[in-house]
Antibody, heavy 122, light 111 residues
């Protein structure tokens, strides 16, 4: 079954940390770039971070640069995002998404997970 | 902040044709980066509708089509159906952001 399943969301206080996971199945995970995209309540989509197929190249949106770290474990078919110094404005549904190519900054995202909810309380 | 602008909403009667615009600049669409389109039904994850300006993934009905010209792109839905009620987003790479950017989103309503 081809799918992405996120986990790790929850309610966290401002300034604390959280790690999200995304487990992939049904495709050759090692060959594709993976990304995190978030959606604040009632708002649009915002690209958060991306990682190349081999984990050697990592990219971040301006709003999370220096606070979030993306990583992947190809042996476990899993991509992660470590979120530090969380702020109220980080409250959102976090989706992981698969790129159509090995990095994916310019390519479309052809598979999405249902998302995990992160709520940052002040 | 989005560098791609879409109308907040469009509507049409069943069977009609509606179009959604996506206006960018020379830093994204105008720089010949591909435009992609997504459909997000209420309470669900986004779904890829169009990639690389005009290509449809397998399984996407040919009622959905797209085009690009200059610094803008557009998505057309012909033969509008009730199940097309959703939010639609464009996406392209932006040089200034050094990453992908999504459009502001458009809600399509079927009257």
């Amino acid at each position: 079954q081809v799918e992405l399943v996120e986990s790790g969301g929850g309610v966290v206080q401002s300034g604390r940390s959280l790690r999200l996971s995304c487990a992939a199945s049904g495709f050759n995970f090692r060959s594709y770039g993976m990304h995190w995209v978030r959606q604040a309540p009632g708002k649009g989509l915002e690209w958060v971070a991306g990682i190349s197929y081999d984990g050697n190249n990592k990219f971040y949106g301006d709003s999370v640069k220096g606070r979030f770290t993306i990583s992947r474990d190809n042996s476990r078919y899993t991509v992660y995002v470590e979120m530090n110094n969380l702020r109220a404005e980080d409250t959102a549904v976090y989706h992981c998404a698969k790129s159509r190519d090995y990095i994916g900054l310019r390519e479309a995202f052809d598979m999405w997970g249902q998302g995990t909810v992160v709520t940052v309380s002040s | 902040q989005s560098v791609l602008t879409q109308p907040p909403s469009v509507s049409g009667a069943p069977g009609q044709r509606v179009t959604i615009s996506c206006t960018g600049s020379s830093s994204n669409i105008g720089a010949s980066y591909g435009v992609h389109w997504y459909q997000q039904l209420p309470g669900t994850a986004p779904k890829l509708l169009i990639f690389a300006d005009t290509s449809r993934p397998s399984g996407v009905p040919d009622r959905f089509s797209a085009s690009k010209s200059g610094t803008s792109a557009s998505l057309a839905i012909t033969g509008l159906q009730p199940e097309d009620e959703a939010d639609y987003y464009c996406q392209s790479y932006d040089i200034g952001l050094s990453g992908p950017s999504f459009g502001t989103g458009t809600k399509v309503s079927v009257l």
